[in-house]
């Protein structure tokens, strides 16, 4: 496989489940992001990494915790989420956190029952 | 702080018909620029990038963006629109190393 993939594409959980996002690049990149999009809102940068290691979480409610185990693969582990956190979430890679341009993988609808 | 601003939340526009997307930014300094594009359902795709250089850039799909600083402006453009350009546009902006600001995205709708 190319680019940016992300499993599942589709997930329904309920309040106290707890279920794990993957994200997978296979263009050598050394950055890794993770956003949120909901309806009508802009586009969540929730958490960077550069080379494993966390360089921003933007306020980020504690039932989301990240992953990232190597530079090509990077988890959302989730554990008692709430409604209001139904929404694509969107993995997307860079070369470096100094490149701007990012690759995004096509996303998972996650729906919190 | 960095910022952009695409002030039109939706735009309808014929086939064959030219188009314009409009972005501001706010940045201290000379900032990149990006333009992606997004399906339903699907991640972004990276329509074209300002680095630096030219301020006309040109990108896949046949769309192209300019860069005026005196406006503070990165306009996307593509002479003629097709049905399969419908999908929401998005603006980003990025300065400060990792982070890429993204506006709240133009939804574009082509008649037939």
């Known amino acids: 496989e190319t680019g940016v993939t992300q499993t599942p594409r589709h997930l329904v959980m309920g309040m106290t489940n707890k279920k794990s996002l993957k994200c997978e690049q296979h263009?050598?990149?050394?950055?890794m992001y993770w956003y949120k999009q909901s309806a009508k809102k802009p586009l969540e940068l929730m958490f960077v990494?550069?080379?494993?290691?966390?360089?921003e979480n933007n306020s980020v409610p504690s039932r989301f915790s990240p992953e990232c185990p190597n530079s090509s693969h990077l988890f959302l582990h989730l554990h008692t989420l709430q409604p209001e956190d139904s929404a694509l979430y969107l993995c997307?890679?860079?070369?470096?956190?100094?490149?701007?341009?990012?690759?995004f993988g096509p996303g998972t609808r996650l729906t919190v029952t | 702080a960095q910022s952009v601003t695409q002030p039109d939340i939706h735009i309808t526009v014929s086939e064959g018909a030219s188009l314009e997307l409009r972005c501001n930014y706010s940045?201290?300094?000379?900032?990149?620029l990006f333009w992606y594009v997004q399906s339903p359902g699907q991640g972004l795709q990276l329509l074209l990038k300002?680095?630096?250089?030219?301020?006309l850039v040109q990108g896949i799909k046949g769309f192209e963006a300019e860069f005026k600083r005196s406006q503070s402006s990165f306009n996307l453009r593509k002479p003629s629109v097709h049905w399969s350009d419908a999908a929401e546009y998005f603006c980003?902006?990025?300065?400060?190393?990792?982070?890429?600001?993204f506006g709240d995205g133009t939804t574009l709708t082509v008649k037939p």
């Open positions: 997307a890679s860079s070369l470096s956190l100094l490149e701007g341009e990012q690759y």
């Open positions: 300002y680095f630096s250089g030219d301020t």
């Open positions: 980003a902006v990025a300065g400060n190393a990792g982070k890429s600001t």
């Open positions: 990494y550069s080379l494993e290691e966390r360089v």
């Open positions: 263009l050598g990149h050394n950055a």
């Open positions: 940045y201290g300094a000379t900032p990149y």
